[in-house]
């Protein structure tokens, strides 16, 4: 999901300089795929189908779409995330793919993918080629996060950062969080006919106590650090904290403010 010296437009989260902490994920924060097990329902993966399975992480729901008897391919831009899918998951395949640069031509039955897009963009490349990689009639199951999404949590770095003296934070957010209308007109102009959109609150309890909002912007929130000396790191959280603590911190325990976009749809036969 995050890439170093890649042409603009061609990966996973342009703005992140290093791969990301598998460890970390799979121990604090494995609430990102197991929210994503109730999307494997809306999939309905059948035996025998062949499904491509974009930013699989460490693997966890391509298990899930194997389980049901379909063949499945998971791929993830991070090579530490295929490196630890392969060593949970060793009887699947696996490889490190930029959903952006895919080049399968009509080949899978269906494309899945759970809280990978908002990290991507431009969208339309990621849409796509995820569209190219489908067969006429396959169907396409999605979701990331949506309009909205940890608004609370961007509005505290937005603060943070200017009180620290950054006068453009804005360009240090990483993310893409679209509207239902805004995506489907996507799907759309790449041949794919929405069935299902969803826009919704998903309030997410964070792990680690007090700590939890530190480990979070660790994991994921990373680059509205990078215009900060290190120094400054614990007065950049301690500022964002302050803010947040109103909304999201209950009883010692922080509870992130995610709204999802959950979106399906099927390839036009041409």
């Not at 042409?7 to 990102?32: E, I, K, Q, R, T």
């Not at 895919?102 to 759970?114: I, M």
């Not at 929405?194 to 998903?202: E, K, Q, Y």
């Not at 976009?261 to 390839?267: C, T, V």
Request: some cysteine.
């Amino acid at each position: 999901m995050r890439t170093s010296g890649a042409a603009p437009g061609l990966a996973y989260n342009l703005y992140m300089s290093s791969d990301w902490n598998a460890g970390l994920y799979d121990s604090s924060h494995a609430f990102v795929w197991e929210f994503g097990r109730d999307l494997l329902a809306l999939l309905d993966p059948q035996p025998g189908e062949y499904i491509l399975d974009v930013g699989c992480g460490t693997g966890h729901l391509t298990a899930g779409i194997a389980q049901a008897g379909a063949r499945v391919l998971g791929t993830d831009r991070s090579a530490a995330m295929i490196s630890q899918a392969r060593a949970n998951f060793p009887q699947l395949d696996f490889e490190a793919r930029d959903v952006c640069a895919l080049t399968s031509q009509s080949e899978f039955d269906a494309v899945f993918s759970n809280a990978v897009l908002h990290w991507v963009r431009p969208p339309e490349v990621a849409a796509a080629a995820m569209a190219r990689a489908l067969k006429p009639g396959g169907r396409m199951v999605l979701e990331f996060g949506g309009h909205g999404n940890i608004r609370v949590l961007v509005d505290g770095a937005y603060r943070a950062l200017r009180r620290l003296g950054v006068a453009d934070p804005e360009r240090y957010n990483p993310w893409y969080y679209p509207g239902i209308a805004e995506y489907s007109a996507i799907l759309e102009r790449c041949g794919i006919e929405v069935t299902f959109a969803h826009l919704f609150d998903r309030p997410t309890p964070l792990q680690d106590g007090e700590r939890g909002l530190e480990i979070w912007f660790q994991m994921f929130g990373s680059r509205f650090l990078e215009p900060l000396d290190a120094s400054r790191h614990p007065e950049f959280l301690r500022l964002v904290a302050e803010y947040a603590a109103p909304f999201l911190l209950r009883d010692g325990n922080w509870t992130a403010d995610y709204r999802r976009l959950r979106i399906a749809g099927r390839k036009v036969a041409s």
